[in-house]
């Protein structure tokens, strides 16, 4: 079993939807939570580091983390063609090694 | 915003030649790191380094090296380039929570 897992997609949904990404986790030790998103020909841009149980809200994005679960969500609010990109989760139990899972590939039609 | 290059972006190149991976940052963040990402799968660690002078292997099996001589500057070599080694290669930096990436070197070895 691999220690991270993200249903790799693609999804597509309209313009001004509300997206959910999900991903789930083996290691209870995980403390550390991350999303990332990555347009083609770019590296990841960190959006939301989160290390507790429950909501946190950047804008438009809300991180949700439920350690009980082992199992972390990144919601879209108003989704927007820009928001076309791969969300990329990675957890870890320090600031250094940080274990990746494999992205979720998103499409917002207009 | 933050500054962290690597060149160069494309690089197709021939079996057995010596290659060297540039990235630099502009930051002073004293942690850096190489990720090699493959199409629909996971980021994988490479090497990374704590700070001038230091540097260790990650999770991923490679016939590649790297030294850290100075803060700015973190390059990846492969002695001898293989198809197999044929990857997106990217490089990060990271400070606490603060995470930022490059926008990677394609590599392909005919």
């Known amino acids: 079993q691999k220690e991270v897992e993200q249903d790799p997609g693609p999804l597509s949904v309209p313009e001004g939807a509300i997206v959910s990404l999900n991903c789930t986790y083996s290691?209870?030790?995980?403390?550390?939570f991350m999303w990332y998103r990555q347009y083609s020909r770019k590296g990841p841009e960190l959006l939301m580091y989160t290390y507790s149980s429950g909501n946190k809200e950047d804008g438009r994005f809300t991180a949700q983390v439920d350690k009980s679960s082992k199992y972390i969500s990144l919601f879209i609010r108003d989704s927007q063609p820009s928001d076309s990109a791969t969300y990329l989760c990675?957890?870890?139990?320090?600031?250094?090694?940080?274990?990746f899972g494999p992205g979720t590939s998103l499409s917002v039609i207009p | 915003e933050a500054d962290i290059y690597q060149t160069p972006r494309y690089l197709v190149i021939g079996t057995g030649k010596k290659i060297t991976l540039e990235c630099s940052q502009t930051m002073g963040h004293d942690k850096m790191y190489w990720y090699q990402q493959d199409p629909g799968m996971e980021l994988h660690l490479i090497h990374y380094s704590y700070g001038v002078n230091s540097t260790e292997k990650g999770d991923l099996s490679s016939e590649s090296t790297v030294s850290r001589i100075r803060t700015e500057h973190f390059p990846l070599t492969l002695e001898s380039a293989r198809p197999s080694h044929t990857s997106q290669y990217l490089c990060?930096?990271?400070?606490?929570?603060?995470?930022?990436f490059g926008d990677g070197t394609r590599l392909s070895i005919l």
């Open positions: 990060a930096t990271s400070r606490g929570d603060s995470w930022h």
């Open positions: 290691n209870s030790a995980f403390q550390y």
């Open positions: 990675a957890i870890t139990t320090s600031y250094d090694k940080v274990i």
